[in-house]
Nanobody, 133 residues
Framework: QVQLVESGGGSVQTGGSLRLSCAASGYTYMRACMGWFRQAPGKEREGVATIYTGSSSTIYADSVKGRFTISQDNAKNTLYLQMNSLKPEDTAMYYC??????????????????????????WGQGTQVTVSS
């Protein structure tokens, strides 16, 4: 099992910034692929960014490219999401996820971790991000 605890959400105005943190514990191999996902009311959970912790390979949703940055601090077992130039459409509950099923074969083939929420088996409780216009 992997335990994930998010923090750092809040309310900001358009153009503002926030940094989300996800403190992780558990088996190292379960944290090989980690990611940030978000879910707005009435919408499906979508992948925002993922990172393969072995090589720090990352992938981002088109909607956040150039604005968000996913990173890791291995010494602190913490995953981050730096969010800049926030927009009202970024408003959602943000979740940290780990323990991607079949990550080894996937990463070997694709080079990055999946951005599909269906592939991840461990989730944090979420942190709310609200961006006002």
């Amino acid at each position: 099992q992997v335990q994930l605890v998010e923090s750092g959400g809040g309310s900001v105005q358009t153009g503002g910034s926030l940094r989300l943190s996800c403190a992780a514990s558990g088996y190292t191999y379960m944290r090989a692929c980690m990611g940030w996902f978000r879910q707005a009311p009435g919408k499906e959970r979508e992948g925002v960014a993922t990172i393969y912790t072995g090589s720090s390979s990352t992938i981002y949703a088109d909607s956040v490219k150039g604005r968000f940055t996913i990173s890791q601090d291995n010494a602190k077992n913490t995953l981050y999401l730096q969010m800049n130039s926030l927009k009202p459409e970024d408003t959602a509950m943000y979740y940290c996820a780990a323990d991607m099923a079949g990550y080894s074969a996937y990463v070997s083939l694709i080079g990055v971790c999946s951005t599909s929420a269906l592939e991840y088996r461990s989730w944090g409780q979420g942190t709310q991000v609200t961006v006002s216009s």
